[in-house]
């Protein structure tokens, strides 16, 4: 997003008078004061228009002060503006991937604006940007994410926080993990790539507290791409979203680092002295046990989780170049256990669940990855690329925990002494949970993509085949034991002679699961696309069209995806984008969608297909003197050979046995701009249903001789004599969020802009559930909404602002000259405390009456962060 005004706002009342009320008062005041601003009249501006060499508009150029952080960058039309120093001499340098840095001197007076257009040339030796030009991927449905911005969010992630926040139609109730839902997928249907290679979750995790560190390191990467829907052929086999990150080509020696209550980071850059090589390497420490021990389980929580990245370049020629990508975490989560107490109902009926805990878990994930890319361009239209890659995942999850729980109905009359107290006991009883899981997977691929590109169009072509190899050994039981009975309640023996008989009196244990499973597969995929762009009547067009196939030999399933897109750009005098897409998109199983609840393998199970039907459209305009963006899709998805779901926290529990066919539909909008002068901010506000129709899932009511329906435990005369066949039909899909909206907004102090504010909001309403292993009919429950408000606060204690805090930070570099920036931040995580729901646990009596109490996400905590670029 290019700046086009870069001036000064002026409030009466300053984002830190705000924070002495209430937070929703902040929002509120901040937007109606934002457009009160006067230029400054102590700096100068410069600026343009950069094209490259085809004078076509070139977005994302960085333009920037050499020797000082900070900076802009070009919009979609080329144009950039820039607030400089006046009164010295200023080099401004623009710069961006795949193209020569160019340099400019300046120094103007105070109040002055010079203009500075400037053609830059390709690198020609730059390989791994030679890619579709920006008009292309927005008919393609690719929304570009700018990754520093995740630097400064008040959250626990990292880079896909922007993606839940930015992304249209993206939802996601639980801050402690990296996954997120897109259009009512669930999170095996998101792809993401990092420089051509396909990045993997982990399969074992059961909740966001043991997921740890995802493979996205935001200080390595230098551009994301993101589509919701309607993505072109290129991208792989999944349903819902698209994530393509590609990493930094570094020109200089540079790197940061941070440090806080949540880890630590470290990453350092840089290129060769003939320019031939370049290298990047990040380190990562983090450990959420500030967070854990804030949950309603109280014990010792010991997390670690650590990942070493590289990325390796190395120019062969003038036409070759060769790189690496080399990957490893571990991430270790321990849990000892003591007590938890939840208090949930209503007023008039208030419930108490306590636990004494007894026993540990302990979890280890272990992921290797690496990747070699060769590219060769013979000449400037055609790039070929040669991909080899490895994935290893080492999953072990062991736990053996005793809980003995209470459930208590508390007193709800305020008159009396005892209110808030447990009034009445309603249930006592033990439970054991035990496991013994290890999953090994092992994933190796080879692939070619080659690009030919011409001014007004373009080729792209791939082949690609893979290796799978996975042993997964799972032993794990859960056992109950209510008001001194068992559950499930073996017959009872009382009066038996037969010896015989008395030995049938055995144990059961309920989720009993106990298998060794081996799976080992080839893969092969293919795409075919290409791309024309035309005029006509001033009226840009772009067409993207392709087809993609597929074919796995586990269920010898040959799967055709076709795929098409337009956009429409009118050469009217406000900018708009119209576009339109459709495709087939078939999502071949992987092995956890062919694995049922009894460890049993499905391998007939067809892949799952989606058609999408999208249409969208862009507007970009100025408001208040400074430019916004907005975007707007809607789209039908049809929705067939669907594989059923449950979902538990974080993992995903397939029904393979059971197939379904439904619908996504839904609006998305997203509004981003300067509602504060050089600060940027967005709304996204996503409206959506997604339902399905299993098929096979029929039931049967049971009615006696005086037409009362048959309810055990319930209805005394329990003789049937009639019977009647329902059908549930359509019910809503694990992912049915009708509503979400996310918001991030940042401000500065006026006189003093290097103290900010940063802050999120997400509002989400209720997500279906049901008691386990119930049948899917009955999972139509809704938990409470998700909303959640982070707030942040940071002082740029290094660093180029304005002359003022320039001049402040002189003292502070002046024995640390080689840091460029350094940032001081205080975060408040759910800053109203809300209780927001993830998943819940379910405690019977004896007389098998289930309690659905909630396990409760994080509370207010406090962060402080320092954040240091060199």
Same mark, same amino acid.
């Given at each position: ?60 150029? &960085? ?130 790539? @990092? ?185 400037? &239209? ?40 447990? @009034? ?124 993609? @196939? ?321």
């Amino acid at each position: 997003m290019a700046i086009l005004k870069n001036k000064k706002a002026k409030r009466s009342i300053t984002t830190m008078t705000l924070w002495n009320k209430k937070p929703l008062l902040l929002v509120l005041v901040v937007v109606l004061l934002a457009g009160f601003d006067a230029a400054s009249q102590t700096d100068a501006v410069v600026f343009g228009r950069i094209t490259n060499d085809r004078n076509q508009p070139l977005e994302f150029v &960085n333009i920037s002060i050499m020797g000082r952080s900070g900076g802009t960058s070009t919009n979609s039309a080329g144009n950039y503006e820039l607030t400089i120093p006046s009164g010295k001499e200023i080099i401004v340098a623009f710069s961006i991937l795949s193209y020569q840095i160019q340099y400019d001197t300046v120094n103007l007076a105070a109040g002055q604006r010079y203009q500075i257009d400037k053609k830059l040339t390709d690198k020609f030796f730059i390989l791994d940007v030679f890619e579709v030009r920006d008009h292309y991927e927005m008919a393609g449905g690719m929304i570009r994410l700018d990754p520093k911005s995740s630097q400064l969010l008040p959250t626990y992630g990292g880079l896909e926080t922007l993606v839940k926040l930015i992304g249209l139609g993206v939802s996601s109730g639980n801050e402690l993990s990296s996954t997120y839902s897109v259009r009512g997928g669930n999170f095996d249907e998101n792809l993401v790539y @990092a420089n051509d290679i396909e990045i993997y979750r982990p399969f074992l995790v059961r909740s966001g507290q043991q997921e740890g560190l995802s493979f996205l390191n935001s200080s390595l990467v230098n551009s994301v791409s993101f589509s919701s829907g309607g993505f072109e052929a290129r991208y792989g086999d999944k349903m819902s979203s698209v994530l393509d990150v590609q990493y930094k080509r570094p020109d200089s020696l540079r790197g940061d680092a941070y440090a806080s209550l949540l880890g630590a980071a470290f990453h350092i850059e840089g290129m060769g002295k003939n320019g031939l090589m370049t290298y990047m390497s990040g380190f990562r420490y983090k450990t959420n046990q500030y967070v854990l021990n804030a949950l309603e389980t109280k014990g010792d929580y010991s997390p670690s989780f650590l990942d070493w990245q590289n990325y390796i370049t190395w120019k062969l020629n003038e036409t070759s170049e060769i790189s690496f990508l080399g990957y490893i975490s571990s991430n270790r989560y321990t849990l000892i256990p003591e007590t938890r107490e939840t208090t949930y109902g209503t007023i008039n009926q208030a419930m108490r669940l306590t636990i004494y805990f007894d026993g540990q878990e302990r979890d280890r994930f272990t992921t290797f990855l690496g990747g070699i890319r060769y590219m060769h361009r013979s000449d400037s &239209n055609l790039l070929l690329k040669y991909i080899v890659s490895a994935y290893s995942s080492l999953e072990d999850e062991t736990y053996d925990i005793q809980g003995q729980y209470w459930i208590g109905l508390l007193e709800s009359d305020m008159g009396s002494e005892g209110f808030g107290e447990v @009034a009445e006991n309603l249930g006592v009883g033990t439970f054991l949970d035990h496991a013994r899981n290890y999953l090994d997977v092992q994933v190796l691929s080879a692939e070619h993509k080659g690009l030919y590109s011409k001014q007004n169009y373009y080729f792209q072509w791939g082949a690609k085949a893979q290796f799978e190899n996975i042993n997964d050994h799972i032993w794990q039981w859960s056992y109950i034991d209510s008001s001194g009975f068992s559950l499930p309640h073996p017959p009872d023996s009382v009066g038996y002679v037969d010896p015989v008989q008395q030995n049938y009196q055995n144990l059961e244990i309920s989720d009993l699961l106990i298998s060794s499973l081996s799976l080992t597969s080839m893969r092969y995929s293919g795409y075919l696309q290409g791309g024309k762009e035309w005029r006509r009547d001033s009226v840009r067009y772009n067409l993207i069209g392709g087809v993609r @196939a597929s074919y796995w030999d586990v269920n010898n399933q040959l799967v055709v995806s076709p795929r098409a897109a337009i956009s429409m750009t009118p050469n009217w005098a406000r900018h708009y984008m119209f576009r339109l897409a459709s495709g087939y998109y078939q999502q071949p199983p992987f092995y956890r969608e062919l694995r049922d609840m009894d460890g049993n393998l499905h391998t007939d199970v067809k892949a799952q297909r989606s058609i999408h039907f999208v249409a969208g459209f862009e507007h970009t305009d100025s408001l208040w003197k400074r430019p916004f963006r907005v975007v707007g899709e809607i789209y039908y998805k049809v929705l067939d050979q669907m594989i059923p779901y449950v979902v538990d926290n974080v993992r995903i529990r397939y029904l393979p046995q059971y197939t379904s066919h439904g619908y996504a539909t839904g609006i998305d909008f997203k509004m981003n701009g300067q509602f504060v002068a050089d600060a940027e901010s967005w709304v996204s506000i996503s409206i959506m249903q997604t339902r399905e129709d299993i098929e096979s899932d029929y039931y049967y009511k049971y009615y006696n001789s005086e037409g009362e329906e048959i309810i055990s435990g319930y209805t005394i005369n329990n003789v049937a004599v009639d019977s009647t066949r329902f059908e549930p039909g359509y019910i809503p899909r694990p992912a049915d969020q009708r509503v979400n909206v996310s918001l991030f907004f940042q401000d500065y102090l006026p006189q003093n802009p290097s103290y900010k504010m940063h802050m999120s909001l997400v509002f989400g309403t209720g997500l279906p559930f049901g008691p386990p292993n119930s049948d899917k009919y009955k999972q139509t429950l809704r938990m409470p909404p998700y909303r959640r408000v982070d707030i942040g606060f940071s002082k740029q204690l290094i660093g180029y602002v304005n002359r003022k805090s320039s001049e402040e930070s002189q003292k502070a570099r002046k024995n640390l000259k080689f840091i460029r920036n350094a940032w001081l931040s205080l975060e408040i995580f759910n800053l109203l405390n809300i209780n927001n729901t993830v998943s819940y646990i379910w405690v019977t009596d004896v007389t098998a009456r289930r309690y659905a109490v909630p396990n409760y996400l994080t509370s207010r905590q406090l962060n402080l962060k320092l954040l240091v670029d060199f």
